[in-house]
C-alpha cells in the first residue's frame, strides 16, 4: 500500500558528503515514522536514524549524530545528509516507514548504493 523509493546514492571520496532521498507513494496519509537502515557487504542490515511525524529525530550512536542528519520535508519524502563519510559507510541504504502502533517496519525501499573510497 506504500512505495518507497531511495535516490542519492553514488561513488564520493572519503571525507565527502551525499544527500540520500526516500520518496514515498500511496497510503501515505498516516502518520509514518520513518527511518534509514543499511546493509554492508557480508553484513546484516543495520538502524542508522529515524525521524518521526513530528521531525523528532534518533541515530544510531552519537558519532553517527555528528556526521548524519535526518530530515522530512513533508509526509511523504525523507532524507538523509551524510557527511564526513568513511570507507566503512560502505553499504546498500534502505528507506523504511512504520506507523506509532507498529511493533515491525512494514515497508521498505529497494535500497541505493553508497560507495566510499579511500
Known amino acids: 500500500q506504500v512505495q518507497l523509493v531511495e535516490s542519492g546514492g553514488g561513488l564520493v571520496q572519503a571525507g565527502g558528503s551525499l544527500r540520500l532521498s526516500c520518496a514515498a507513494s500511496?497510503?501515505?496519509?498516516?502518520?509514518?515514522?520513518m527511518a534509514w537502515f543499511r546493509q554492508a557487504p557480508g553484513k546484516e542490515r543495520e538502524f542508522v536514524a529515524h525521524i518521526n511525524w513530528s521531525g523528532g529525530s534518533t541515530y544510531r550512536s552519537d558519532s553517527v549524530k555528528g556526521r548524519f542528519t535526518i530530515s522530512r520535508d513533508n509526509a511523504n519524502t525523507v532524507y538523509l545528509q551524510m557527511n564526513s563519510l568513511k570507507p566503512e559507510d560502505t553499504a546498500v541504504y534502505y528507506c523504511a516507514a512504520r506507523t506509532l502502533e507498529a511493533t515491525s517496519w512494514l515497508y521498505w525501499g529497494q535500497g541505493a548504493q553508497v560507495t566510499v573510497s579511500s
Open positions: 500511496g497510503r501515505t496519509g498516516s502518520r509514518y515514522i
